[in-house]
């Protein structure tokens, strides 16, 4: 065990850290959720990003990463988040899509999504969730029929994040009378194809931040299909593990917003609950338990091992800090917390916490619902019967 | 960067943990209590022939020299047994203040042992069955026999803490050390009793999911209740979000932010064995709430352990100081000279 970092770490932090201070707008970017114009300000900050090497450290260098390890991935997203860069609007591809693509892509898939998706050319969606399938997706309906050497998708998905205003969808598709697990396939399609139709859903704030996605008759090649026909279930289960368990919510967001909210009551703890003490340094800590978790899931990962349940314990970890953090803030503002940043008299950072609380609510529910992760607990993790 | 064990350290942590499931099982702690003595004379045998009182002592006094990476697994596993003799405060606390202030550790290596009574605790654990105790005046520490000491027993809930009051007159020539090694015993006394507590809550999950694997109600396993099963998780997730803290603390040389960690360290394990040891209670129901059933060995210990070595005010208290004067944010999960000079002048 050697909680130090060696000098070639710290040489990358450092030469991280000089080009984020040379490279994040100086103004943060209007939000890529409530217009066009936020989303492609953000499509071109991943350019800025790709074209300095940055766009993912950890892919192979053949595809438009570095080929770093996951303890440079650490340092990379610490400092990113140190210097307030932009949200990153591909996360679904990058964190998400990417590393399912390395693992189950065939070289040609690689060679042409990758590169396009550390660019930020193309932008991607996920196409899980369907009315009748949200907590049990293995009840997803939408079908694919093999026509040739093409699919043709027809279905009714909906929650994809970002789909409003992004290219792709990689979504789950069942040959027509299979059921549950089986006879599922990952499909990656267009969403200009002929036969999308994008319907906007507004969050609870009002904010279109998804999509219901409508596929009449879509036809794809069958070369869009990641891993093995009905091998569906096992491929997006590798994307969920990354999504839970390491790559989606880096310890840096978080220990960020620690930070801020210290500094929030530091400021204000003249006026504030008692109480509001006691859960500031709870967010603080649990930011930096969350951090030293992920250091040794990393260490483990590098040295050999496999993610495995963790990633359900991590998915409510870092959900409820996100929510706890975000309500302590909002008891910190006290009756100010109720104004958004458009009343005159509502201070600087206000919004912020606004929308970090209204996304700190959606943590518990997206990613699998947290009462799925704690069936999963049990049952993998603990062994208790189902 | 490595934050994993070594695989000696592996290995030693399963040795122990193996030793005691061997030897400190609910029946061989019924067995203890029964009897009214101190402790188990067999098993500290074993305790000793293992070399463990000698875990952090020098290897030129007999020790094995090992850090407080080594000594946090042994405490885990103790806590995970319930174990009632006090080898983590002797190994882990009494031990390297004898080392660090110079005393002969022939005794304390062979199978003695030595109390200590700290301002932070009210009372001093195991001072009846120790050759002698270690005992702070004010910032000085002095090293008493046994003998010249008298004791007045506080009876714990936890059938194995043995708590006493203790009457002493200092002497100059008791005197070992000063503040220095106080404060060193308060850092390891919280470290390890987090360590202990993080065991223990592993231990409540773990009799919980046999209990629940075999109580039928409904016609099924109990464990197979989604309410049942979220019990059992929520306070898994919490020993999850406990171990690492508790490792990184240990693992930590000396500093501002190793003391915070520890305090965190302490906080997150009480957090954890609090929660376990509740489920654990909860999840066997009426048998929970019965002296038949071990669950409650856990309870008491967790209840001991978690005021013990600072109470969890204390330790708020120094997070605070903390993170309330201190630079946060994402570079700084280790200590900041750590991160390198190059990336502060790149700043």
């Known amino acids: ?386 | 960067m490595d934050f994993r064990l070594a695989e000696e350290q592996e290995m030693l942590a399963e040795m122990v943990g193996q030793m005691l499931a061997d030897t400190c099982t609910g029946a061989d702690l019924r067995r203890l209590h029964d009897s009214g003595e101190p402790r188990d004379a067999v098993r500290w045998d074993q305790i000793v022939a293992m070399g463990l009182p000698g875990t952090m002592a020098p290897e030129r006094d007999g020790g094995s020299g090992l850090g407080q990476v080594e000594m946090a697994l042994i405490a885990i596993a103790c806590g995970h047994a319930a174990l009632p003799e006090p080898l983590v405060e002797h190994a882990g606390i009494a031990v390297p203040m004898l080392a660090a202030a110079g005393a002969d550790l022939g005794n304390a290596l062979s199978g003695g042992t030595v109390a200590i009574g700290h301002s932070v605790n009210p009372f001093v654990a195991d001072a009846d069955a120790a050759d002698a105790l270690l005992l702070a005046d004010g910032d000085a520490v002095h090293l008493v026999p046994r003998d010249a000491v008298t004791l007045v027993r506080q009876p714990s809930i936890d059938p194995f803490r043995r708590l006493f009051s203790v009457d002493w007159t200092p002497a100059s020539a008791t005197r070992i050390g000063g503040d220095a090694l106080l404060d060193a015993a308060l850092d390891r006394g919280a470290l390890f009793a987090a360590a202990q507590l993080l065991g223990l809550a592993q231990r409540a999950v773990d009799l919980a999911v046999a209990y629940s694997k075999d109580r039928q109600q409904f016609g099924k396993p109990i464990g197979s209740f989604q309410a049942v099963k979220h019990h059992l998780a929520t306070a898994q997730v919490k020993i999850e979000f406990a171990r690492p803290v508790v490792l990184a603390a240990a693992a930590m040389p000396a500093s501002p932010l190793a003391r915070t960690r520890i305090s965190h360290a302490k906080l997150a394990a009480t957090a954890a064995a609090e929660a376990a040891t509740h489920a654990a209670v909860q999840v066997h129901g009426a048998m929970g709430y019965s002296w038949e059933v071990d669950v409650h060995f856990l309870l008491k210990r967790s209840l001991a352990l978690g005021q013990a070595w600072g109470t969890p005010a204390f330790h708020r208290a120094r997070v605070a100081d903390h993170i309330m004067s201190a630079p946060l944010g994402s570079d700084r999960t280790f200590d900041v000279a750590s991160v390198g000079e190059a990336a502060r002048e790149a700043a």
Request: charged share 20%.
């Open chain 1, 1 to 386: 065990m050697d909680l130090n970092y060696s000098p070639a770490e710290q040489a990358f932090r450092a030469e991280v850290r000089q080009w984020l201070a040379a490279h994040v707008p100086a103004q943060p970017l209007p939000d890529f959720d409530s217009s066009r114009e936020g989303f492609e300000a953000h499509r071109a900050w991943e350019r800025t990003l790709n074209a300095g090497g940055w766009g993912m450290v950890t892919w192979p260098v053949d595809y438009g990463g570095r080929g770093l390890d996951l303890i440079r991935w650490l340092i990379f997203e610490e400092e990113y988040y140190r210097a307030g860069a932009p949200l990153r609007v591909n996360q679904n591809g990058i964190f998400l899509l990417g590393p399912t693509l390395i693992e189950y892509g065939t070289p040609e898939q690689k060679a042409h999504f990758l590169p396009a998706m550390a660019a930020g050319d193309e932008i991607w969606a996920q196409a899980w969730s369907e009315p009748g399938a949200g907590s049990d997706l293995a009840g997803v309906r939408a079908t694919a029929v093999r026509d040739g050497d093409d699919y043709i998708l027809s279905g009714h998905k909906i929650w994809s994040s970002r789909a409003v205003h992004a290219d792709w969808a990689f979504g789950l598709f069942r040959e027509p009378g299979s059921e549950r697990h089986k006879g599922l396939s990952l499909i990656l399609f267009p969403l200009d194809a002929a036969g999308v139709t994008v319907q906007p859903i507004k969050r609870l704030d009002g904010k279109p931040v998804f999509a219901e996605l409508f596929l009449d008759d879509v036809r794809v090649p069958a070369a869009n299909r990641l891993g093995e026909e009905g091998q569906g279930w096992a491929v997006c289960m590798s994307t969920a593990g990354f999504e839970r368990g390491l790559m989606l919510r880096s310890p840096a967001r978080f220990q960020v917003a620690a930070a801020k909210l210290v500094d929030l009551y530091r400021r204000r703890q003249g006026s504030v609950d008692p109480l509001a003490q006691a859960a500031v340094m709870q967010a603080w800590m649990d930011a930096d338990a969350y951090a030293l978790s992920i250091y040794a899931t990393a260490s483990r990962l590098m040295a050999g091992g496999a993610i495995g349940p963790e990633t359900s314990t991590n998915k409510i970890f870092w959900s409820e800090l996100d929510l706890d953090l975000h309500r302590t803030a909002l008891s910190i503002l006290g009756a100010e917390a109720e104004l958004t940043g458009a009343a005159p008299d509502a201070s600087a950072d206000i919004q912020d916490w606004l929308d970090g609380y209204v996304f700190s609510l959606a943590g518990p529910i997206y990613a699998g619902a947290n009462e799925i992760q704690r069936n999963i607990i049990a049952e993998r993790m603990l062994g208790m019967p189902r």
